[in-house]
C-alpha cells in the first residue's frame, strides 16, 4: 500500500453500478441548493424581474393611453355641448337683437310718420292762413283800386266808410263771377 | 473484448469504519460524480452570472433567448400547478437545468455524468418527497395528512404507505436507469463495432488493421438520442413530475377546508407582520 492510498487516495476503485453513496447524495444536496440560490439571485430573479417590469410598463402604458383617450372624449363631448350651446345662444341673442331692431324701426317709422303729419297739418295751417291774409290784401287793394276807379267814374270822393258795404258786394261778385 | 459495466470511479476513501456495502456506502466521500456536480455548479453559475451581467429593458440576443426560456419556465410551472405555486418555479428550473446539464456532461467525456449515479437521481428524488410531505402537513395538517393513508378504506393503508415510498424510488430509478443505461449501450455499441471493424478489416496490414473504423460516425448518431434526447426527456419527465407531486400537495387556496385555510392565513398575516418590523 503506496503513501497515496494510506491517505485515503485510490486510484483503481469503482463504485457498484447501481447503488447510493451516502456523501454522493449530500453532495448532491449542497450542489443543488448552492445552484438554487444562485439561480434565483442570479437568474430567475432579474431576468423575471425584467420580464415582469417590461410587462408592466406595458401595461402602464396601455392604460395611460386609455385614460388619455378617455378625457379626450370626455373634453370632445364637453366641447360638442358648449358648441351647441353657444349656437343655440347666438340664435337666441340674434332673434331678442332681430325683435327689438323690428320694435325701435317700428316707433321709429310711427313717430316719423305721425312728425310727417304734424309738419304737414302746421304747413296746411299756414296755408290756409297766408291764403286768407292774401284774399284779404287782395281784397283790400282792390277795394282801394274800386274805390279809385270808382270815384273817377262818379268823379266824386267815395267814402271809403260810406260805401264799405257797397264796395264788399262788389268784390264779392267780383269773385263770384 | 472485456466490457465492464461499474459505478463511478472512488477517489477518497474515509479511513474510518464505516458502513459500505453495494448498494449503500459511507466510505467513498469523493467520485468521479462527486466532481462532476461541483463542476455543473461552477459551470452554471458562472454561465448564469456572466449571461444575466447586462440585461437590460431593451434586451440583446441573448437575453431574448434567456427570457423566452425563464418565461417558458414560469408558464409551464403555471400551467401544471397553478398561479398560486408559482413560487416554486426557480427550484423546478434549478432541478432541470440541473438534470439535463449532469447528464449532458457525459458527452464530453471528460465527467461521468451526474444523473448516471443512482445517488444523484435518490437525493434529487427525495427532495421532492420532502417537499410533498412538507406541503402536505403545512397546508393540510400533520393529522389529516396521516389520516389520508387510510383512505378510501383502512385496508387500503399499506398500499399507500407503499406507493408513497415507490413514487421517489421509481423517480430516481427512472432517471438513472434512462442515462446510465444508455451510457452502458454507448459503450456496447462501441465494443461492438470494434469487433465488427478487426472482423471484417482485420486482414488490413500492420496498423491499419487495429484502427476500429466503424467507431466513427454511428454512435455519434446513437449519442443524439441516448445523450441529448434522453437526457432532455428525462430532465422533463423528472421535473414535471416534481411539480405534478408537489402541486398535489399544494391545492389553490380556496380548495382547502375551511379551518385550515384560516390558520394558513392567520400564519401569513403574522409572517408578513414580522416582515414588516
Excluded at chain 1, 46 to 68: C, N, T
Excluded at chain 1, 147 to 152: K, L, P
Excluded at chain 2, 33 to 38: A, N, S, W
Excluded at chain 2, 103 to 115: A, D
Amino acid at each position: 500500500m503506496g503513501l497515496l492510498e494510506a491517505t485515503g487516495f485510490v486510484l483503481d476503485k469503482f463504485e457498484s453500478f447501481v447503488g447510493v453513496n451516502f456523501w454522493t447524495m449530500i453532495f448532491a444536496w449542497v450542489n443543488l441548493l448552492i445552484l438554487y440560490l444562485a439561480f434565483k439571485k442570479f437568474l430567475f430573479g432579474p431576468i423575471k424581474k425584467m420580464i415582469d417590469d417590461r410587462q408592466k410598463e406595458v401595461d402602464d402604458i396601455y392604460s395611460d393611453a386609455e385614460q388619455a383617450r378617455e378625457s379626450a372624449d370626455r373634453l370632445k363631448s364637453e366641447y360638442e355641448e358648449k358648441i351647441s350651446h353657444a349656437t343655440e345662444e347666438s340664435e337666441e341673442i340674434l332673434k331678442k337683437a332681430v325683435r327689438r331692431a323690428q320694435l325701435k324701426e317700428e316707433e321709429i317709422l310711427k313717430e316719423a310718420s305721425e312728425q310727417a303729419a304734424r309738419t304737414l297739418e302746421r304747413a296746411e295751417e299756414q296755408i290756409a292762413l297766408e291764403k286768407k291774409q292774401a284774399i284779404n290784401d287782395v281784397k283790400n287793394q282792390v277795394s282801394a283800386m274800386a274805390i279809385g276807379i270808382a270815384s273817377a267814374v262818379i268823379e266824386r270822393d267815395v267814402s271809403e266808410d260810406e260805401h264799405r258795404e257797397l264796395i264788399d258786394d262788389f268784390i264779392s261778385n267780383i269773385g263770384n263771377e | 473484448m472485456d466490457l465492464q459495466v461499474s459505478g463511478p470511479k472512488v477517489f477518497f476513501v474515509l479511513p474510518w469504519d464505516l458502513p459500505d456495502t453495494t448498494i449503500f456506502t459511507m466510505k467513498n466521500l469523493i467520485t468521479q460524480t462527486t466532481i462532476t456536480l461541483f463542476v455543473t455548479t461552477i459551470i452554471l453559475i458562472i454561465l448564469a452570472v456572466t449571461l444575466t451581467r447586462k440585461i437590460t429593458k431593451r434586451p440583446g440576443k441573448v437575453q431574448v433567448l434567456l427570457e423566452k426560456v425563464v418565461g417558458m419556465l414560469y408558464n409551464l410551472v403555471e400551467s401544471t400547478m397553478g398561479k398560486h405555486n408559482i413560487r416554486f418555479a426557480p427550484y423546478i428550473g434549478t432541478l432541470f437545468v440541473s438534470s439535463i446539464f449532469g447528464s449532458v456532461i457525459g458527452m464530453t467525456q471528460l465527467f461521468r455524468s451526474s444523473t448516471a449515479d443512482l445517488s444523484v437521481t435518490m437525493a434529487w428524488a427525495l427532495v421532492t418527497t420532502g417537499m410533498v410531505w412538507y406541503n402536505n402537513i403545512k397546508n393540510f395538517g400533520l393529522k389529516a395528512w396521516l389520516k389520508g393513508f387510510t383512505e378510501p378504506i383502512f385496508v387500503m393503508t399499506p398500499m399507500n404507505i407503499v406507493s408513497e415510498i415507490a413514487s421517489p424510488l421509481s423517480l430516481a430509478f427512472r432517471h438513472f436507469g434512462n442515462v446510465a443505461g444508455g451510457s452502458v449501450l454507448t459503450a456496447l455499441i462501441y465494443g461492438a463495432l470494434s469487433l465488427l471493424t478487426s472482423a471484417l478489416l482485420g486482414w488490413l496490414p500492420g496498423i491499419l488493421g487495429e484502427i476500429p473504423f466503424f467507431q466513427a460516425g454511428i454512435p455519434a448518431v446513437l449519442s443524439i438520442y441516448f445523450d441529448l434526447f434522453s437526457g432532455f426527456v428525462q430532465a422533463l419527465v423528472f421535473s414535471l413530475l416534481t411539480m405534478v407531486y408537489v402541486s398535489g400537495a399544494c391545492p389553490p387556496p380556496e380548495e382547502l377546508p375551511e379551518d385550515r385555510r384560516a390558520i394558513l392565513e392567520k400564519r401569513e398575516a403574522k409572517k408578513a407582520k414580522k416582515a414588516n418590523n
